[in-house]
């Protein structure tokens, strides 16, 4: 199956990880956390798919995967902070224009400690595998960071003026 066909099949899967994150205050913490788990071993599946590791790249590839993952979903940790502080504010319709630029500067902290992440990896990852399983690799990445951000996007409503 392509990367392209996963990703239309797993479009759905997508949106189940994106919305709970919106509407926190509908879905149990608990819920949520095992769409999330849920979601990590699609990725991986996804990835191990569409990389075609050899046995030795596969050995030195999957623990620097594993951390990258744990680094990565403590940084987006904080977006889903900010989401849900938003969702909060908007459904109380208690948003002001200080609330406004807060959120705001947390969602950029957010993108920058995702962005620090993504890019301390890729000397472990070039280590790990040739360039051009690397570059594929954070293709996947960035594929599938665009579909989830997508779906969040069409679930959370812009701002009250």
């Known amino acids: 199956m392509t990367l392209s066909r996963m990703l239309v099949t797993g479009s759905a899967a997508m949106l189940l990880f994106a919305a709970p994150a919106v509407r926190a205050a509908d879905v149990p913490q608990r819920n949520m956390d095992i769409v999330r788990e849920a979601m990590r071993a699609d990725k991986k599946a996804l990835v191990a798919t569409n990389l075609q590791l050899t046995d030795a790249e596969a050995k030195a590839f999957w623990p620097v995967y594993d ?84 779906e969040m996007a069409g679930q959370i409503p812009l701002v009250k003026q």
Do not use: C, H, M
């Open 67 to 150: 951390k990258y993952q744990k680094d990565l979903l403590t940084a987006n940790n904080k977006l889903y902070q900010v989401i849900e502080e938003y969702a909060a504010g908007y459904n109380k319709s208690k948003l002001t224009d200080a609330k406004g630029l807060d959120l705001v500067r947390g969602y950029l902290s957010a993108e920058e400690a995702r962005t620090k992440v993504r890019s301390s990896y890729l000397e472990q990852f070039s280590k790990a595998l040739p360039g051009l399983k690397v570059a594929r690799f954070y293709q996947i990445e960035n594929k599938l960071d665009a579909i989830v951000r997508y």
